[in-house]
């Protein structure tokens, strides 16, 4: 049959209240008010057939097809320092160059720099003749650059800017995704070393992660 056509369920795929279920074709397991887990069944992809007195006579397996959207909440932090390091680069670097012949390998000589904090850099290539025949002699090129760590101190409202800036991306990208912002919950707190933004929002999303059964659900 075509994936299309493969009977199939509708789990949780996070855990929640149900703010509303709209059934197209399967059976519904929760209703909206109800609080799920992750991964708990919703929709099932088994019909009950029952005659005049309600007695289960026949199983009719179906793809579920449903919306289903559920409240949950999701946490939120972020932390930036006001005291931080940024690498600046002195100009002076050292360069070595490593051959390596059919898995052998053969280093130029140099004189290892005694730079307090550096950086390595490798470019690796491979002799080739033509555009595909590649030969067995590869180098590597090594580059050793000096930095200095330098303290850069922001001042709280410069801090207080970028949280506010990323936690309004966060938002936008949630909605941008389709999720409605029901509750914000994040606040931004300041103390001498750091400032950050922790709390949580309440989400409400489409829900129903499908899964094909291979028992009859229940």
Known sequence: ?????VPSSLVAAQSGIIESIYVRSGRALVAAGDEVEK??????????ITDDGGTVV?????????DVMI???IPYH??????FSEKKYTGKQANRVL??????????PIRKPSWECSDTLSKLCQ??????????????????REYENLEICHTKEEI???????????MKNLEEKGVQIFENDVKIETDEKSCSAKGQFTLIQRTGKRVERTRTDS
Do not use: H, M
Request: net charge positive; hydrophobic share 45%.
């Open 71 to 73: 409240r949950s909440r």
């Open 78 to 83: 972020e932390e930036q320092a006001i005291t």
């Open 58 to 66: 026949n199983r009719q397996k179906v793809r579920a097809d449903a």
């Open 160 to 170: 207080l800017s970028i949280l506010n800036s990323n936690l309004q991306y966060f």
């Open 99 to 108: 051959l390596q012949i059919l898995g052998a390998d053969f280093a130029l």
């Open 1 to 5: 049959p075509k994936k299309a056509d």
């Open 127 to 144: 002799l080739r003749l033509f555009d595909a025949f590649y030969l067995p002699v590869c180098w590597q090129q090594i580059t050793v």
């Open 39 to 48: 991964g708990q069944l919703l929709v099932s992809g088994v019909l009950l």
